[in-house]
């Protein structure tokens, strides 16, 4: 029985914690473009010089 | 049409010999963004694009007039940097939001600049000056993509905000019941294996803890509309759910405080979780087709240009004009104010307002509408209407007037639940009150069967029923280019028998072809002329004649025509008072429509006779809706004699010309007094208040933006066979909704009695609603399924390029 105790509450917190990490993602807009975050994952940037490569990793959304 | 020599490399669209880049490209425009991109290194994204033949070619418009003022919508943050939100036109695929993100960010005051590919805007943040925005920008609007500033707030908020607020509720539901579940399974394991009831209670109250906060945040959408529905004295859906899901807790948790095996916790959270899954969905749907449909909308957003009384000009938005404002309006451009023509003589397109398919001549004095075109030459005008007084004002009041028809309909899931409540409603009573009284067990027990048939009968499946078919059908419909705006649209959609359509722009495509085969060398010599002019009627005589190059020295008179000097003097091209032909001049009279002239000293004149053609499917189109029973009728603005001539090639008995806005609305009213119910195709604004009335209506995305807004659906391209696929797609949703609510039926005709009768357990009432509602998930599916035939057809594929993209 004692088992129960521990592991529900850890069930539990487990499980707050990806709604937690759920609602923290939909706040910050990461599913505002679903077709389009598809997509980015082909992009590469052979074509983009060196120096802006630093700023187009550091974009990410408000 | 020319024959395509090849594609042009830029923006795909065929290369016509007269074209000044050829053989490579189809514009200097195209020819200057290759070379752009080829100097900024970035020529792969012509390796990795997908043309999408749906979507405007990636033509850089040389005749662009109207701009935008885009320093009015920037804002400004407290660290310095600047916002602005812009719509963008021409997103092919993905390789275009890879384009325009890596040409913005090349230029270093640029801090962020993010596509979203779904709603297809731009949020750009820069650093320096507001104004550095033009540049900043110069080179995506260079490739040919068309960038409309637009502020977010008024647009987003109410659709985004509602689904954001669903799709919270979703997780918190989808959190609880999958913990709930977890508790679940391990009581009804108990059952058999014999578990403790402290250990049960205790799953109980665990249960309970989470059930009772997620319910009562992830049902705040139900029960707000419940709420709404009856103080309206009205029943909706949402109101036996919501009873349901309450009633079923409450029980619950007495249950749990009095030790008794039996809790509903996971029944009432998994309902919830269930029922938002179909409302995100089907609220995401039809977002995508609002935001589709509000991107066409912005497209068409002009700025209009302000002289001011010390002569500099001046970008403001339409709305901001005010009375005796002088506004300048290019040629080809369209009129964003009523207003009197103060100075200047041109053409100007008044289709979308009358119908009337030749352009009227407007000289100083002359009053010009909003949403006309004006087509040869600049014109200076005077506002004398803004707000309330412009006929569009007047439009929009014939509109509410006939909107309160519509506003009546009541949507199936709402006739169903208000047969349905009342019924599941008083059988719990009467077996609350049967076994209470004749069945003599204590009231908490009775009380316990009456709760159990209101969870049982709780309309999972029934509540499905609608919003999943809704979202499938409205997902196939998008990917057609057709956009479902109102919600009741498919259902309305079913119910009509006539169809009345309007002429120009609707059946036609609104732009004038030349009718019959005249000279080839007296074609070549005006179709050269009329290679310097943007009149409508040239344009369709470069297009009749192919390859032509345009010949030197020709003047245009505004209104009247184009001149040049032949080697035996002036050479005319015109109209029939401009070249001096005498009203009784011998022509074939028997062909009309708008006309042109060209004489040469000492020849016959020429006539050439133009024809607003139809769209290219509009003969099949009819043909089948007539053989499927549907009775058509054509309305128009337009003189009589075109539209009796259109009326006859198509076959349409009822036709009638020279409506009024007014007349065309009291003729539906009078048709659906007599109990028919019409769907309505136009694009005017003339045609809103009818579009209004109308049981249905449907809207080409060309068409006038009152239009668009009053429509039900709108549809992008130049096929007619839209109409025919939404009623097709609106009459398998409508089956399969009604076959979704005979299976519900089914379940609940089973399930009541055992309810009833108190042989109900959790386990039990789980597995039923689950069954059930994925039964009804499954048949919605077959809608999806079943579309992969028609959607090939009317999608071109991607690489395969078509002319009527740039059309």
């Given at each position: 029985?004692?088992?129960?105790?521990?592991?529900?509450?850890?069930?539990?917190?487990?499980?707050?914690?990806?709604l937690?990490?759920?609602?923290w993602?939909?706040?910050?807009?990461?599913?505002?473009?679903?077709?389009?975050?598809?997509?980015?994952?082909?992009?590469?940037?052979d074509?983009?010089?060196?120096?802006?490569n630093?700023?187009?990793?550091?974009?990410?959304?408000? | 049409?020319?024959?395509?020599?090849?594609?042009?490399?830029?923006?795909g669209?065929?290369?016509?010999?007269?074209?000044?880049?050829?053989?490579?490209?189809?514009?200097?425009g195209?020819?200057?963004?290759?070379?752009?991109?080829g100097?900024?290194?970035?020529?792969?994204?012509?390796?990795?694009r997908?043309?999408d033949?749906?979507?405007?070619?990636?033509?850089p418009?040389?005749?662009?007039?109207?701009?935008?003022?885009?320093?009015e919508?920037?804002?400004?943050?407290?660290?310095?940097?600047?916002h602005?939100?812009?719509?963008?036109?021409?997103?092919?695929?993905a390789?275009c939001?890879?384009?325009?993100?890596?040409?913005?960010?090349?230029?270093?005051a640029?801090?962020?600049?993010?596509?979203?590919?779904?709603?297809?805007?731009?949020?750009?943040?820069?650093?320096?000056?507001v104004?550095?925005i033009?540049?900043i920008?110069r080179?995506?609007?260079?490739?040919?993509?068309?960038?409309?500033?637009f502020d977010?707030a008024?647009?987003e908020?109410?659709?985004?905000?509602?689904?954001?607020e669903?799709?919270?509720?979703?997780?918190v539901a989808?959190?609880?019941?999958?913990?709930?579940?977890?508790?679940?399974?391990?009581v009804?394991a108990?059952?058999?294996?014999?578990?403790?009831?402290?250990?049960?209670?205790?799953?109980?109250?665990i249960?309970?803890?989470?059930a009772l906060?997620?319910?009562?945040?992830?049902?705040?959408?139900?029960?707000?509309?419940?709420?709404?529905a009856?103080?309206?004295?009205?029943?909706?859906?949402?109101?036996?759910?919501?009873?349901?899901v309450?009633?079923?807790?409450?029980?619950?948790?007495?249950q749990?405080?009095?030790?008794?095996?039996?809790?509903y916790f996971?029944?009432?959270?998994?309902?919830?979780?269930?029922?938002?899954?179909g409302?995100?969905?089907?609220?995401?749907?039809r977002?995508?087709?609002?935001?589709a449909?509000?991107?066409?909308?912005?497209l068409?957003?002009?700025s209009?240009?302000?002289?001011?009384p010390d002569?500099?000009?001046?970008?403001v938005a339409p709305?901001?004009?005010r009375?005796?404002?002088?506004?300048?309006?290019?040629?080809?451009e369209?009129?964003?104010?009523?207003?009197?023509?103060?100075?200047?003589?041109?053409?100007?397109?008044?289709s979308i307002?009358?119908?009337?398919?030749?352009?009227?001549?407007t000289?100083?004095?002359?009053?010009?509408?909003?949403?006309?075109?004006?087509?040869?030459?600049?014109?200076?005008?005077?506002?004398?209407?803004t707000?309330?007084?412009?006929?569009?004002s007047?439009?929009?009041?014939?509109?509410?007037?006939?909107?309160q028809?519509r506003?009546?309909?009541?949507?199936?899931?709402?006739?169903?639940?208000?047969?349905?409540?009342?019924?599941?409603?008083s059988?719990s009573?009467?077996?609350?009150?049967?076994?209470?009284?004749?069945?003599?067990?204590?009231?908490?027990?009775?009380?316990?069967?009456?709760?159990?048939?209101l969870?049982?009968?709780?309309?999972?499946?029934?509540?499905?029923?609608?919003?999943?078919?809704q979202?499938?059908?409205?997902?196939?419909l998008?990917?057609a280019?057709?956009?479902?705006?109102?919600?009741?649209?498919?259902?309305?959609?079913?119910?009509i028998?006539?169809?009345i359509?309007?002429k120009?722009?609707?059946?036609?495509?609104?732009?004038?072809?030349?009718?019959?085969?005249?000279?080839?060398?007296?074609?070549?010599?005006?179709?050269?002329?009329?290679a310097?002019?943007n009149?409508?009627?040239?344009r369709?005589?470069?297009?009749?004649?192919g390859?032509v190059?345009?010949?030197?020295?020709?003047?245009?008179?505004?209104?009247l025509g184009?001149?040049?000097?032949?080697?035996?003097?002036?050479?005319?091209l015109g109209?029939r008072?401009?070249c001096d032909?005498s009203?009784?001049?011998?022509?074939?009279s028997?062909?009309?429509g708008p006309?042109?002239?060209?004489?040469?000293?000492?020849?016959?004149?020429?006539?050439?006779v133009?024809?607003?053609?139809?769209?290219?499917?509009?003969?099949?189109?009819?043909?089948?809706?007539?053989?499927?029973?549907?009775e058509?009728?054509?309305?128009s603005?337009?003189?009589?004699?075109?539209?009796?001539?259109l009326?006859?090639?198509?076959g349409?008995p009822?036709?009638?010309?020279?409506m009024?806005?007014?007349?065309?609305?009291?003729?539906?009213?009078?048709?659906?007094?007599?109990?028919?119910?019409?769907?309505?195709?136009?694009?005017g604004?003339?045609?809103?208040?009818?579009?209004a009335?109308?049981?249905?209506?449907?809207?080409?995305?060309?068409?006038?933006?009152?239009?668009q807004?009053?429509?039900?659906?709108?549809?992008?391209?130049?096929?007619?066979?839209?109409?025919?696929?939404?009623?097709d797609?609106?009459?398998?949703?409508?089956?399969?909704?009604?076959?979704?609510?005979?299976?519900?039926?089914?379940?609940?005709?089973?399930?009541i009695?055992?309810?009833v009768?108190?042989?109900?357990?959790?386990?039990?009432a789980?597995?039923?609603?689950?069954?059930?509602?994925?039964?009804?998930?499954?048949n919605?599916?077959?809608l999806?399924a079943k579309?992969?035939?028609?959607d090939?057809?009317?999608?071109?594929p991607?690489?395969?390029?078509?002319?009527?993209?740039?059309?």
């Amino acid at each position: 029985m004692s088992n129960l105790l521990l592991l529900i509450p850890i069930a539990l917190f487990l499980g707050l914690l990806g709604l937690g990490a759920f609602l923290w993602a939909l706040r910050s807009g990461q599913f505002d473009d679903m077709e389009g975050a598809a997509n980015r994952i082909l992009f590469d940037d052979d074509d983009v010089k060196p120096s802006d490569n630093s700023k187009k990793f550091n974009q990410g959304d408000s | 049409m020319n024959a395509p020599l090849q594609s042009c490399r830029h923006c795909g669209e065929p290369v016509t010999a007269m074209s000044p880049a050829a053989p490579d490209f189809c514009c200097a425009g195209c020819a200057g963004a290759y070379e752009l991109l080829g100097e900024l290194g970035l020529t792969s994204y012509y390796k990795r694009r997908a043309i999408d033949p749906k979507v405007r070619a990636l033509r850089p418009d040389e005749d662009e007039v109207a701009n935008f003022d885009f320093t009015e919508l920037a804002s400004t943050g407290p660290d310095g940097n600047h916002h602005l939100n812009l719509m963008v036109d021409g997103i092919h695929c993905a390789a275009c939001v890879w384009l325009i993100e890596t040409l913005l960010q090349r230029n270093s005051a640029v801090l962020q600049a993010r596509v979203n590919m779904t709603t297809r805007r731009l949020r750009l943040s820069w650093q320096g000056e507001v104004a550095d925005i033009e540049d900043i920008i110069r080179p995506v609007m260079q490739m040919g993509y068309r960038l409309i500033p637009f502020d977010p707030a008024a647009l987003e908020q109410a659709t985004t905000s509602r689904n954001k607020e669903l799709l919270r509720c979703l997780a918190v539901a989808g959190f609880a019941a999958g913990n709930v579940m977890l508790l679940s399974v391990s009581v009804w394991a108990g059952y058999f294996q014999g578990m403790g009831g402290a250990t049960r209670d205790l799953f109980h109250w665990i249960s309970a803890l989470i059930a009772l906060p997620a319910a009562a945040y992830a049902g705040l959408p139900f029960y707000r509309s419940a709420l709404g529905a009856i103080r309206n004295g009205r029943v909706n859906m949402d109101v036996p759910i919501s009873l349901g899901v309450i009633l079923a807790l409450g029980m619950s948790l007495a249950q749990t405080i009095r030790g008794e095996p039996h809790a509903y916790f996971d029944s009432a959270i998994t309902l919830l979780f269930f029922l938002l899954i179909g409302r995100y969905l089907d609220g995401r749907a039809r977002g995508q087709a609002r935001s589709a449909a509000e991107h066409l909308l912005s497209l068409n957003a002009r700025s209009i240009t302000v002289i001011e009384p010390d002569g500099t000009r001046r970008l403001v938005a339409p709305q901001k004009a005010r009375p005796g404002m002088i506004v300048l309006a290019a040629a080809g451009e369209r009129i964003g104010i009523d207003g009197k023509v103060v100075e200047g003589q041109s053409d100007i397109d008044t289709s979308i307002i009358t119908g009337e398919s030749i352009p009227e001549l407007t000289r100083p004095g002359s009053t010009v509408f909003a949403g006309t075109t004006n087509i040869s030459a600049p014109l200076r005008i005077e506002v004398t209407a803004t707000g309330g007084n412009t006929l569009l004002s007047e439009i929009v009041r014939l509109m509410e007037n006939a909107e309160q028809g519509r506003a009546r309909y009541v949507a199936i899931a709402d006739r169903v639940a208000k047969a349905y409540a009342p019924v599941v409603h008083s059988l719990s009573l009467a077996t609350f009150v049967g076994w209470w009284l004749i069945g003599g067990i204590g009231w908490q027990d009775a009380l316990m069967n009456a709760i159990a048939v209101l969870i049982i009968t709780c309309p999972c499946a029934l509540a499905l029923a609608v919003p999943v078919v809704q979202v499938i059908a409205t997902g196939r419909l998008l990917r057609a280019g057709i956009l479902v705006k109102s919600a009741t649209a498919l259902e309305r959609l079913t119910k009509i028998t006539g169809i009345i359509f309007d002429k120009t722009g609707t059946l036609t495509t609104g732009k004038p072809e030349l009718v019959g085969q005249p000279a080839e060398e007296k074609l070549m010599l005006a179709a050269g002329m009329a290679a310097n002019s943007n009149h409508p009627l040239s344009r369709a005589l470069v297009r009749a004649a192919g390859n032509v190059t345009a010949l030197p020295n020709v003047t245009e008179q505004a209104g009247l025509g184009l001149m040049t000097r032949g080697p035996a003097g002036p050479i005319r091209l015109g109209s029939r008072a401009f070249c001096d032909v005498s009203e009784n001049a011998a022509a074939p009279s028997d062909i009309t429509g708008p006309e042109l002239w060209l004489s040469e000293p000492g020849v016959a004149p020429t006539r050439f006779v133009f024809r607003d053609t139809m769209r290219s499917d509009a003969p099949e189109v009819i043909d089948t809706l007539r053989k499927r029973g549907i009775e058509m009728t054509l309305l128009s603005g337009d003189r009589e004699s075109t539209v009796r001539q259109l009326a006859e090639t198509l076959g349409i008995p009822n036709w009638q010309a020279r409506m009024s806005p007014t007349q065309k609305a009291n003729h539906i009213q009078t048709r659906s007094d007599a109990g028919k119910h019409d769907l309505m195709v136009g694009d005017g604004i003339n045609d809103a208040p009818a579009l209004a009335a109308a049981h249905a209506s449907m809207s080409p995305a060309t068409a006038a933006e009152i239009s668009q807004n009053a429509a039900d659906i709108v549809f992008q391209g130049d096929r007619l066979g839209a109409v025919i696929e939404a009623i097709d797609v609106a009459r398998k949703a409508n089956s399969l909704v009604r076959q979704n609510f005979a299976l519900s039926f089914a379940y609940n005709v089973i399930t009541i009695p055992l309810a009833v009768s108190g042989f109900v357990t959790p386990l039990f009432a789980a597995i039923a609603m689950s069954s059930s509602s994925l039964i009804v998930i499954a048949n919605a599916l077959r809608l999806h399924a079943k579309s992969g035939k028609p959607d090939k057809a009317s999608t071109k594929p991607a690489t395969k390029l078509s002319q009527q993209a740039g059309a």
